[in-house]
């Protein structure tokens, strides 16, 4: 099992560890209901290291990266980021990512931690004749996560760039404590927030400093369970729960990532066929009208026929109340339908509200 | 910490005698593992269990968890506040975080059951 370089430092503070991925990652240091709130009234220091960095560099970069993914990458430049996808031929998930432009030549894709192995194979096997290198530098970089309305405060004074003109999915190369790092206004859990990424061998100074430069502004450090809650509520996609190989791009409410008019991509020709034929299911957010907590794969129903299952299900720290996502055919994704979710052999009534269920305050 | 009057089943929950009643809840050590606790189903009142069937379920944030008879008879009392505030499982598992009361129907049961001391050493090695 794998640990991260920051590891030392979950020990320490004693947090409950759990294995995800093939790594031994924090799950909760104090309880995921104050670290969830923390995140959304001040602060939290994720180590998320075990996210997979995979570099793409050569003269067919662009093209390359072009190719595999339906955003368009010819808007990006050095210093800019977007959210995009690995894509099947079917338009379906192989990963969703981000892409980083860090030069005319050089992409980074940040990649889900179950993935990264597959990501990079996919990713070499479709090489083809691009002349790119692609390179896994997964091991080699450490990943954090500083989120919550007071992340600037605490992140500048340890930066000799002005964050407040780095404007969202925007980043740069700087030092924190004399070591470099990229950090990009990218996060995971609707708030604003930095993630913060180095090769340096030894992190744990960068984490503490952040952590000491912080504490006044009550800043936390939050693990994988408060991640998870955090991105639901913000209906961010969990690859395996969400989206996977089974559900197009189209069919998970992200049209806005794919650019049919950029040129080909894999999958393009599947999605725009879907476009012009119609959803037969689309993924919406719902809230339980009755007691209950809904869970990934608890069976859903309408008008007693099971149509699919819970894709991703939880009660909200920050609402107070159950809520979820999952598939639903297209005729009943109207926001107001009323279904029902079975939890232990008993129908409970869910009904399809608007979403993001949680949007942070400009 | 565990409290000697109490008895204790591997599955981590604990039954108090009182006045012919079992009070039963879960332990201090079963809240830490769980977490934050966020919704706890109870059963109705009146209903039967027979020892080890499953009377309800204590949720946390990451998971979900069937609380075990300990004892065999009928429902009398159910824990309402739970419903509103389940996070008492934490904040207080051996006292205001009870979740049910039971007339025990065989008081013999009980022998089946952990000490304190015994629970303890259980949990021990558990941790080991």
Same mark, same amino acid.
């Given at each position: 099992?794998?640990?991260?370089?920051? &590891?030392?430092?979950?020990? +320490?503070? +004693?947090?409950?560890?759990?294995?995800?991925?093939?790594?031994?990652?924090?799950?909760?240091?104090?309880?995921?209901?104050?670290?969830?709130?923390?995140?959304?009234? #001040?602060?939290?220091?994720?180590?998320?290291?075990?996210?997979?960095?995979?570099?793409?560099?050569?003269?067919?970069?662009?093209? &390359?990266?072009?190719?595999?993914?339906?955003?368009?990458?010819? #808007?990006?430049?050095?210093?800019?980021?977007?959210?995009?996808?690995?894509?099947?031929?079917?338009?379906? &998930?192989?990963?969703?990512?981000? @892409?980083?432009?860090?030069?005319?030549?050089?992409?980074?894709?940040?990649?889900?931690?179950?993935?990264?192995?597959?990501?990079?194979?996919?990713?070499?096997?479709?090489?083809?004749?691009?002349?790119?290198?692609?390179?896994?530098?997964?091991?080699?970089?450490?990943?954090?996560?500083?989120?919550?309305?007071?992340?600037?405060?605490?992140?500048?004074?340890?930066?000799?760039?002005?964050?407040?003109?780095?404007?969202?999915?925007?980043?740069?190369?700087?030092?924190?404590?004399?070591?470099?790092?990229?950090?990009?206004?990218?996060?995971?859990?609707?708030?604003?927030? &930095?993630?913060?990424?180095?090769?340096?061998?030894?992190?744990?100074?960068?984490?503490?400093?952040?952590?000491?430069?912080? #504490?006044?502004?009550?800043?936390?450090?939050?693990?994988?369970?408060?991640?998870?809650?955090?991105?639901?509520?913000?209906?961010?996609?969990?690859?395996?729960?969400?989206?996977?190989?089974?559900?197009?791009?189209?069919?998970?409410?992200?049209?806005?990532?794919?650019?049919?008019?950029?040129?080909?991509?894999?999958?393009?020709?599947?999605?725009?066929?879907? #476009?012009?034929?119609?959803?037969?299911?689309?993924?919406?957010?719902?809230?339980?009208?009755?007691?209950?907590?809904?869970?990934?794969?608890?069976? @859903?129903?309408?008008?007693?026929?099971?149509?699919?299952?819970?894709?991703?299900?939880?009660?909200?720290?920050?609402?107070?109340?159950?809520?979820?996502?999952?598939?639903?055919?297209?005729?009943?994704?109207?926001?107001?339908?009323?279904?029902?979710?079975?939890?232990?052999?008993?129908? @409970? +009534?869910?009904? @399809?509200?608007?979403?993001?269920?949680?949007?942070?305050?400009? | 910490?565990?409290?000697?009057?109490?008895?204790?089943?591997?599955?981590?929950?604990?039954?108090?005698?009182?006045?012919?009643?079992?009070?039963?809840?879960?332990?201090?050590?079963?809240?830490?593992?769980? /977490?934050?606790?966020?919704?706890?189903?109870?059963? *109705?009142?009146?209903?039967?269990?027979?020892?080890?069937?499953?009377?309800?379920?204590?949720?946390?944030?990451?998971?979900?968890?069937?609380?075990?008879?300990?004892?065999?008879?009928?429902?009398?009392?159910?824990?309402?506040?739970?419903?509103?505030?389940?996070?008492?499982?934490?904040?207080?598992?051996? /006292?205001?975080?009870?979740?049910?009361?039971?007339?025990?129907?065989?008081?013999?049961?009980?022998?089946?059951?952990?000490?304190?001391?015994?629970?303890?050493?259980?949990? *021990?090695?558990?941790? *080991?």
């Amino acid at each position: 099992m794998k640990k991260t370089r920051i &590891f030392s430092i979950h020990q +320490k503070l +004693k947090a409950k560890i759990i294995e995800f991925a093939g790594w031994e990652m924090p799950v909760e240091y104090s309880s995921i209901v104050d670290e969830h709130l923390a995140v959304r009234t #001040k602060a939290g220091l994720f180590d998320v290291s075990h996210m997979g960095e995979i570099m793409v560099t050569g003269e067919d970069a662009l093209n &390359f990266v072009q190719y595999l993914t339906p955003n368009n990458v010819a #808007k990006l430049f050095p210093g800019k980021a977007h959210y995009s996808a690995l894509t099947t031929p079917q338009g379906t &998930f192989i990963d969703d990512l981000l @892409v980083y432009c860090l030069a005319e030549n050089q992409y980074l894709l940040v990649v889900n931690a179950a993935n990264t192995e597959k990501d990079y194979q996919w990713i070499v096997s479709h090489q083809g004749s691009y002349k790119v290198q692609v390179e896994n530098q997964s091991d080699q970089v450490t990943q954090l996560a500083l989120q919550g309305p007071r992340a600037q405060e605490i992140l500048q004074p340890l930066v000799p760039v002005d964050l407040g003109e780095m404007k969202s999915f925007r980043f740069t190369w700087t030092e924190i404590e004399g070591e470099k790092v990229l950090v990009s206004r990218t996060g995971y859990t609707g708030e604003d927030g &930095f993630e913060i990424y180095t090769y340096s061998a030894n992190p744990v100074p960068i984490w503490e400093t952040i952590m000491v430069q912080g #504490k006044e502004l009550g800043l936390v450090p939050v693990g994988l369970g408060a991640r998870d809650t955090l991105r639901l509520e913000a209906c961010l996609m969990l690859y395996g729960n969400d989206i996977d190989e089974t559900t197009t791009v189209l069919e998970a409410g992200l049209s806005w990532i794919v650019k049919f008019k950029k040129g080909d991509f894999l999958g393009r020709e599947a999605l725009l066929r879907q #476009k012009e034929e119609g959803l037969k299911r689309k993924i919406v957010g719902f809230e339980l009208l009755e007691r209950g907590i809904p869970r990934p794969h608890y069976p @859903v129903y309408i008008s007693n026929e099971e149509v699919g299952q819970v894709t991703s299900g939880t009660f909200s720290p920050f609402f107070k109340k159950s809520i979820g996502l999952t598939y639903l055919p297209l005729d009943y994704t109207e926001e107001g339908t009323i279904f029902e979710i079975g939890i232990r052999g008993k129908r @409970v +009534k869910a009904q @399809v509200v608007p979403t993001p269920f949680y949007k942070r305050e400009k | 910490m565990y409290p000697n009057d109490y008895y204790y089943t591997q599955d981590h929950e604990w039954v108090k005698v009182e006045n012919g009643l079992g009070v039963v809840g879960i332990t201090d050590f079963a809240q830490k593992q769980l /977490g934050d606790v966020v919704f706890v189903e109870l059963p *109705e009142v009146n209903t039967q269990f027979e020892f080890h069937q499953v009377l309800g379920v204590v949720e946390s944030v990451k998971a979900v968890s069937d609380i075990y008879s300990p004892i065999s008879g009928e429902v009398v009392e159910v824990n309402q506040a739970l419903n509103d505030n389940p996070e008492l499982i934490n904040e207080d598992p051996h /006292g205001e975080g009870w979740i049910v009361k039971i007339k025990i129907k065989d008081e013999t049961e009980l022998q089946r059951l952990m000490s304190a001391s015994e629970y303890e050493k259980y949990i *021990e090695g558990i941790e *080991e």
